[in-house]
Each structure stands twice: as C-alpha cells, then as structure tokens.
C-alpha cells in the first residue's frame, strides 16, 4: 500500500521561502498526477497547484508566480517551491498523488500534511 509522507513546513517571516516535499513508498512505479492542498483554520481545503503525468500544470491565482511544483520520478517524490511568502499562506498543506503502482493499477494517496505559519 502506498504512503505519502510530506515534509518541509515550518515556520517564517513573510518574504520568506520554504520547499515542501512529498515522498512516496511502497511498491510504486511512477507518479502521475500530483496535488498540493492547503486548508486554513476555517476555512475548506483548496487547491494550490498541480501537475498531470503529462506535464500540465496549474496553479491557483493566488500563488501564480511565487509557488513552483515539481515532481521527480526517479526518487518518487513531488515538490513544491513557496517563495514570497505571506501571513495568507498560512496552513496546512497536503500532498495528493494518484501513482502508477507495482501491479499496475493508478491508487490515489493522500499525506498527513505539514503545517506553513507566515508571520508578518
């Protein structure tokens, strides 16, 4: 079964930058599609980026221009690059992957989330 371990969040000072990873195990072949989520005290999850097996990528107006996704297939991890960083970006973040696994089949995944705090 496949797990979704997400790391790289952490407290800053706004204008600062923080990379969040997202590392998959367990019997995978590749990623396909990758989704960054945050969700704020209150608020619904949203979603913040994404990236198709194909390379299509989207981001929410919000963070266009300063959020950079990424994903790299030869360490089954995903990758999300924060610069320029606001107290608006504060929350949780959750990785989401749908992945290619050893039998074959596409499973879906969530990770357990890290925590982003911007102070101003």
């Known amino acids: 079964q496949v797990q979704l371990v997400e790391s790289g969040g952490g407290s800053v000072q706004a204008g600062g930058s923080l990379r969040l990873s997202c590392a998959a195990s367990?019997?995978?072949?590749?990623?396909?599609?990758i989704y960054w989520y945050r969700q704020a005290p209150g608020n619904q999850r949203e979603l913040v980026a994404s990236i198709t097996r194909g390379g299509t990528i989207y981001y929410a107006d919000s963070v266009k221009g300063r959020f950079t996704i990424s994903k790299d297939n030869a360490k089954d991890s995903g990758y999300l690059e924060m610069n320029s960083l606001n107290p608006e970006d504060t929350a949780v973040y959750y990785c989401?992957?749908?992945?290619?696994?050893?039998?074959?089949?596409?499973?879906?995944?969530w990770g357990q989330g890290t925590q982003v705090t911007v102070s101003p």
């Open positions: 367990g019997g995978i072949i590749s990623f396909y599609d």
């Open positions: 989401n992957a749908y992945i290619l696994m050893s039998n074959w089949r596409v499973t879906g995944a």
